[in-house]
């Protein structure tokens, strides 16, 4: 498999609170233009800039998610393009669905800011633990558990993703990096070391673009004319479609599905995927506890 070729994850370009260049660098430094069809860049957001993400390295707490404003990931599908994938979840919803089919892992994710140990991750593993908490037998008492799914269950919090092919992604997109900076214009996250990121076909600053998510709930899977390289926006049910597969279960019954190797890797592969070692320890540094009674803290930049 072509991750396998990527070097150690602790070694790649990384800036916290960058996700958008860092996933932009390792798409420039390690990925090949023949395999660019195989890569999709995701961004995470919605309308109301809140949205939470289990398993962060920035938790205070492992049982309660970080509220992002917006966050980018990276998908790698080995056997097909994005506009196939499209296509072909369209047509699984047009044939009659089984009562139950177990998810499959068609596609991995690249997220530099995750504490999932498995690296890249099988998309049903980081799935199941990104987007629901963990498994009531990880709570005190298992009330809390739904206490929380209750408070994310708002439509604040509800998750849209932009799916943007990686090719389109190097070629447009640019940030000067002024959403870093308060109103006296000091870096609210010291920035990365690299140069700003001006994609070769990008004319202008177009990170405000990327992350434009406003009324996403009404938007249409469609390219917006002119400004196709923006890819589309898709919700969460879609994504599960797209780059997952078979019948989406109960969220702690996925959770349990997906805690383990896909059967498809060898030990070796398991092996080299598995980079326990490589987590850091999450620090109990100035991040505000998101839990169930503080889910309205202030969303912190992507």
Known sequence: MEFLQLPPRETLPYTSCYCEENIYKLIETHITSTSLKHYTVIFLSN???CIPVFSQKIQRHPNNPTIWDYHVILAYHPNHSLEELLQQSKI???????AFEPAITKSYIYDLDTTIPTFPCPFPTYF???????PSSAFEDPLDRVLLQMALSRNIYNRYFRLVPANDYLDHFRSGRDHMKDNEGYWRAEPPVWDVIMGAKATADSFDDYIDFGECESRAEALEDGREYLGII???????EVFGGGTRPDVELLDIMTRTV?????????????????????SEASVPLVGVSSLQEPSILG
Do not use: H, Y
């Open 128 to 134: 199941a633990q990104t987007f629901s908490p963990p």
């Open 92 to 98: 699984r919803e047009e044939v009659e669905e089984q």
């Open 47 to 49: 309308s109301s800039k």
């Open 262 to 282: 896909p059967e498809e890797l060898s030990g070796e592969e398991a092996s080299a995927t598995d980079n326990s070692s490589l987590v850091p320890e999450v």
């Open 234 to 240: 898709v919700g969460e049910e879609r994504l599960w």
